[in-house]
């Protein structure tokens, strides 16, 4: 095989599967030559070779190995098939964030994810581009299982078919020690920043408390979230204070001393940042969409 290679890519939305099927071809057949297709093609080797490229690299795929291929990119044969070869693939769409790197690169979210009731620290799915599969058979009998509910007249079969296609992604997903280590540490730094978020954080508290060097906590968040910890706290903070608002009578000055501003008007001015309007805007436009609606379901 090549130089390694792999496929990072954002998980929140999911991957959707597209379409599959089974592929055969032919001694002098070719791979079709395309550059436009939007969807990454995965490839489940079953027999014979496959000798495709993808952007002038060249690779040969042989029985019981995994193949990746990258939308919008060039797919051609760099060589006519020598033996009777099929493979199964399958075709998913992917919205959000991705890339190809001989490393794995945590991926942040493509949406805008709420810190207060979120606690997945990452949402990065990692696949090898080209890699020996271990659990063939079974990956085989999922796939035909994602083809036969995907056919169904019955509209659940859609679903059904999307829910195995990410057990499909699950099965086949890299995962890295180095990676499983981040993943790890950034969860406890975000239940960190939410068990005392009305406190004050800084720097110098977060390194007291894992033992690491400041800027290597924030880069560590910063990869699997997108946010450093001061936006990842001021964030929560926001969250908290909207969901006071809205569900409490507390006084702005008592909603800004419990989630740890000191000063109402710096309060005030950072929510207006993350909201467009003030504390007492907020509240007021969000009471009256309330009240509308529930006396139009009366």
Not at 187 to 206: C, M, P, S, V
């Given at each position: 095989m090549a130089q390694p290679a792999y496929i990072s890519i954002s998980c929140l939305p999911?991957?959707?599967?597209i379409e599959g099927g089974y592929a055969t071809f032919r001694a002098g057949d070719h791979h079709p030559n395309r550059n436009n297709l939007q969807f990454f093609i995965l490839m489940i080797?079953?027999?014979g070779k496959l000798f495709i490229s993808e952007d002038d690299h060249d690779y040969t795929v042989k029985p019981g190995e995994m193949f990746v291929l990258l939308p919008m990119h060039h797919h051609y044969s760099w060589h006519a098939i020598t033996e009777d070869t099929g493979y199964y693939w399958l075709h998913f769409y992917v919205s959000g964030h991705w890339q190809q790197q001989p490393t794995l690169v945590p991926m942040r979210s493509a949406i805008k994810v709420p810190t207060l009731h979120h606690y997945t620290p990452t949402e990065t799915l990692y696949l090898a581009?080209?890699?020996?599969?271990?659990?063939?058979d079974r990956l085989i009998q999922m796939t035909k299982q994602i083809f036969k509910n995907s056919s169904a007249t019955e509209e659940y079969g859609f679903w059904q078919a999307q829910q195995l296609f990410i057990d499909v992604l699950q099965e086949v997903q890299v995962q890295s020690q180095e990676d499983s280590a981040m993943v790890r540490l950034s969860g406890a730094i975000q239940r960190y920043l939410r068990d005392h978020f009305n406190e004050k954080i800084t720097n110098t508290t977060l390194s007291q408390a894992f033992h690491f060097h400041p800027n290597y906590l924030i880069?560590?968040?910063?990869?699997?979230?997108?946010l450093t910890p001061t936006e990842f706290l001021r964030q929560y903070r926001m969250e908290e204070a909207s969901k006071r608002l809205l569900n409490t009578n507390m006084l702005e000055t008592e909603i800004a001393e419990a989630i740890g501003f000191q000063n109402i008007y710096y309060f005030s001015t950072v929510f207006k940042q993350y909201t467009g309007l003030s504390p007492s805007q907020y509240r007021q436009a969000n009471t009256r969409r309330i009240k509308t609606d529930k006396e139009g379901q009366k």
């Amino acid at each position: 095989m090549a130089q390694p290679a792999y496929i990072s890519i954002s998980c929140l939305p999911l991957p959707t599967f597209i379409e599959g099927g089974y592929a055969t071809f032919r001694a002098g057949d070719h791979h079709p030559n395309r550059n436009n297709l939007q969807f990454f093609i995965l490839m489940i080797m079953v027999k014979g070779k496959l000798f495709i490229s993808e952007d002038d690299h060249d690779y040969t795929v042989k029985p019981g190995e995994m193949f990746v291929l990258l939308p919008m990119h060039h797919h051609y044969s760099w060589h006519a098939i020598t033996e009777d070869t099929g493979y199964y693939w399958l075709h998913f769409y992917v919205s959000g964030h991705w890339q190809q790197q001989p490393t794995l690169v945590p991926m942040r979210s493509a949406i805008k994810v709420p810190t207060l009731h979120h606690y997945t620290p990452t949402e990065t799915l990692y696949l090898a581009k080209h890699t020996q599969l271990q659990h063939q058979d079974r990956l085989i009998q999922m796939t035909k299982q994602i083809f036969k509910n995907s056919s169904a007249t019955e509209e659940y079969g859609f679903w059904q078919a999307q829910q195995l296609f990410i057990d499909v992604l699950q099965e086949v997903q890299v995962q890295s020690q180095e990676d499983s280590a981040m993943v790890r540490l950034s969860g406890a730094i975000q239940r960190y920043l939410r068990d005392h978020f009305n406190e004050k954080i800084t720097n110098t508290t977060l390194s007291q408390a894992f033992h690491f060097h400041p800027n290597y906590l924030i880069r560590t968040l910063k990869a699997t979230t997108g946010l450093t910890p001061t936006e990842f706290l001021r964030q929560y903070r926001m969250e908290e204070a909207s969901k006071r608002l809205l569900n409490t009578n507390m006084l702005e000055t008592e909603i800004a001393e419990a989630i740890g501003f000191q000063n109402i008007y710096y309060f005030s001015t950072v929510f207006k940042q993350y909201t467009g309007l003030s504390p007492s805007q907020y509240r007021q436009a969000n009471t009256r969409r309330i009240k509308t609606d529930k006396e139009g379901q009366k």
